[in-house]
Structure formats: structure tokens, C-alpha cells
């Protein structure tokens, strides 16, 4: 079945006001500003205030998508939010986004895709406007990572950050911009190396392991940025290749905002050059499926590409999972 064009109407973002910066981290951890620049590129992150949670993070962005798409909440149809940190475990989190905006009428669902559930939501909510069963998608990647981490592992603490992003999709009209390409995909043998092991039915946690600090993240560093590395590349040459792209027709290479050392091998591996590709991790550390998906809105506002222009997304995550996208602006 050929599917309608789809394109991206509007974008918004969300960080919340406190930064966390590597010299405070210096005061909670063994670490120091020096190995955290170094290893991975981060110098701050953001951090979600008491009581705000993913959904409030979502919610913010989305109004901002809303008001540049020039959609009311009440003509959406359908909203998938992609997070690792819902509000609750049920029901999902872009329920609670669905009341806070009023958008009645629109489907809510979320999605757990890790680093690159933005671009899964995109994935599909491009195919459900395509083939004709919605009109107009919000999707959104937030995530509160705070409330997931063990503040006392420092492995894994200077990492992340909170935040979130979202898009407007809807058909494309003559002239306008589109989706040209996306791949998606997943390696579920991969499961151990990157993953929250408490909190879910595997391991509920309870009075005996509380204090384990179960649900927070854990990760085999080194085995994902190998991963990482090669998935995104095969994925991001895949949908250059089936837009018809070469490397010089790409304005901008927005990827997963996890390590500098990652971004400069891809961008190498791609033969793009470095001021080609976006750049924001040093500001908000990896915010996990938001990460892309602020990105994508700084980048646009910031005039990284103008409307015709290639860009091309990619991102890689927990699963292990990975996606690409090529979009004519
Ligand atoms: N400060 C100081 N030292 C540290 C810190 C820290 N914050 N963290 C680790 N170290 C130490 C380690 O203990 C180790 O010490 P040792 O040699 O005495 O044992 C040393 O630094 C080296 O550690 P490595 O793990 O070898 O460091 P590496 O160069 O691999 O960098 C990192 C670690 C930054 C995590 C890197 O492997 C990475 O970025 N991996 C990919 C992460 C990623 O892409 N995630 C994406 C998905 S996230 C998601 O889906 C939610």
C-alpha cells in the first residue's frame, strides 16, 4: 500500500529550570569535571524540580510544537509519548499529557524504545497518517531520568538528564517538507547490557532489595558504545540511501545525544563534517528518548537547515534498539 507523504508541521522543547554541572556532581560522586568532559562531552544536565514529572516535562514541549504546527490540541487525533520513565506504570503517560493539554479527541498511548523512541513514534505515527487513520499526531519523547538513577554510582549518574521534545506530523501539502525515509530497528539478545532491572514484574522491588537501588539504570559502558556505533551508522547510510541522498545533500545530522566520542565516530564514519552535525549533549547530558527530539527543535530554531533542506536523525538505545530517519525540511 503507498502511503501518504507526511510531514513535521511543528516542533517544541522543554528543559526544566535547575542545572546540574559536573563540579556539583564533584560534590556527590568520586569524579571530577576533567574524566566526565573527557569520556563523554557532558558539562551539565537538567534536572526535573520536586514534584514535576515526565508528563508536566511533556506537556511543556508539546504546547511549544502545538503553537509553531498552528494545531489546536482539540483537532489532535493521536498522541504517542516515548519514555522509559512514565508518570506511572499504568495508565501511560501520554494520558495524563492527553487531560493536561484537552485534547479529547486524540488516541494516547506510550512507547518503550529507550534513546530511540522518538524516532519508533515517528515510525508510526507517519504510517497511521499515511494510510489514512489519523490527521494530526503529537508525539513526544520525555523523561524524568533523575527519578532513575543511583545518584551514588557514578558509572552511570553523570550521564543523564531530564527533558523533552515533541513533533506535530500531519499530511504534506504541495510544497511542503516530508518524511523521506525511516528504519527502525531492535536486538533483544542485547537486553543485559543497558537496562533498569528493578521495578518491573521480574524483579518487583520490595522491603528486601530497597535499598539495592533496582530500578535505576545500569549499563555496560563499553559493550554499547560498540553497539551504538555500528547500529546507527547502518542505519543512518540505509534511509540516505533510499531517500536517494548523498552525504553532500544532508544540511544537518541530528543524532542521539549520549557521547561526544559517539557522535564524532558516526559523523567519521559518515563522512560528514563535524559542523554538520548537531550538537547539544553538553548543555543537557542524555535525556534518553527526548534527547533527539530537543534536538531536533533547537536545531530547527536555531536555522541549522531551511525548509527543502535534507536532515537526517538517528539515535540508538536500551533494547538494544535503533532508528534512522532522512526529512526533506
Ligand atoms: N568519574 C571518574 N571515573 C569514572 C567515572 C566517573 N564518572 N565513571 C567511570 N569511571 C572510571 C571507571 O571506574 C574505570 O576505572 P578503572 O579503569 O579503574 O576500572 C574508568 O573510569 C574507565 O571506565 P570505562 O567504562 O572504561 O570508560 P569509557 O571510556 O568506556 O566511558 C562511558 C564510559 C562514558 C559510559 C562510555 O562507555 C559510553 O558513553 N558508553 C555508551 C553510552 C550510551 O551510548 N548510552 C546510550 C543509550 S542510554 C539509554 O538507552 C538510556
Keep these: 500500500m503507498s502511503l501518504a507523504p507526511v510531514t513535521i508541521a511543528g516542533t517544541g522543547s522543554y528543559l526544566p529550570e535547575k542545572v546540574l554541572t559536573n563540579a556539583d556532581l564533584e560534590t556527590i560522586v568520586d569524579t571530577t569535571d ?42 489532535l487525533d493521536l498522541i504517542i509519548v516515548a519514555t522509559i520513565t512514565p508518570d506511572t ?27 530511540s523512541g522518538f524516532l519508533y513514534a515517528m515510525e508510526m505515527a507517519r504510517n497511521l497518517i499515511g494510510a489514512g487513520s489519523f490527521q ?26 531530564d527533558g523533552a521534545g515533541a513533533a506535530v506530523l500531519r499530511k504534506s501539502e504541495e510544497g511542503e517538507g516530508r518524511i523521506l525515509a525511516m528504519e527502525i530497528g531492535t536486538d533483544g539478545a ?49 534511509v540516505v540511501e533510499e ?12 543524532p542521539h545525544q549520549a557521547n561526544l ?4 565516530a558516526i559523523a567519521d564514519r559518515l563522512t560528514i563534517d563535524n559542523d554538520k552535525v ?12 527526548a534527547a533527539v527530539a530537543i534536538a531536533l527543535d533547537e536545531a530547527a530554531r536555531e536555522g541549522k537547515f531551511k525548509r527543502g533542506e535534507n536532515i537526517v536523525c538517528v539515535v540508538f538505545g536500551a533494547g538494544l534498539t535503533w532508528a534512522a530517519a532522512a526529512i526533506e525540511w
Design 89 to 115: 506504570l499504568t495508565p501511560a503517560t501520554a494520558c495524563y499529557v492527553q487531560d493536561n493539554l484537552e485534547a479529547r479527541k486524540a488516541v494516547a498511548f506510550d512507547i518503550s524504545a529507550a534513546c
Design 243 to 254: 531517500a536517494g541522498l548523498e552525504s553532500k545533500d544532508i544540511a544537518q545530522v541530528i
Design 261 to 264: 566520542r559517539i557522535i564524532d
Design 34 to 75: 576533567e574524566w566526565i568532559t573527557s569520556r563523554t562531552g557532558i558539562k551539565a544536565r537538567r534536572i526535573a524540580a520536586e514534584g514535576q514529572s515526565t508528563s508536566d516535562l511533556a506537556t511543556e514541549a508539546a504546547k511549544k510544537a502545538l503553537a509553531q504546527a498552528n494545531i489546536a490540541a482539540e483537532d
Design 136 to 161: 494530526n499526531a503529537l508525539i513526544i519523547g520525555a523523561e524524568k531520568l533523575s527519578a532513575f538513577t543511583n545518584w551514588e554510582d557514578r558509572n552511570t549518574c553523570v550521564l543523564f538528564g
Design 278 to 289: 548537531f550538537v547539544n549533549l553538553h548543555k543537557y547530558g542524555n535525556t534518553s528518548a
Design 190 to 238: 542485547q537486553t543485559g547490557i543497558l537496562n533498569i532491572p528493578g521495578g518491573g514484574s521480574a524483579c518487583p522491588i520490595t522491603i528486601d532489595n530497597a535499598n539495592d537501588k533496582l530500578a535505576s539504570l545500569s549499563m555496560l559502558g563499553k559493550e554499547v558504545f560498540r553497539h551504538a556505533v555500528t547500529r546507527m551508522k547502518t542505519a543512518a547510510t540505509k
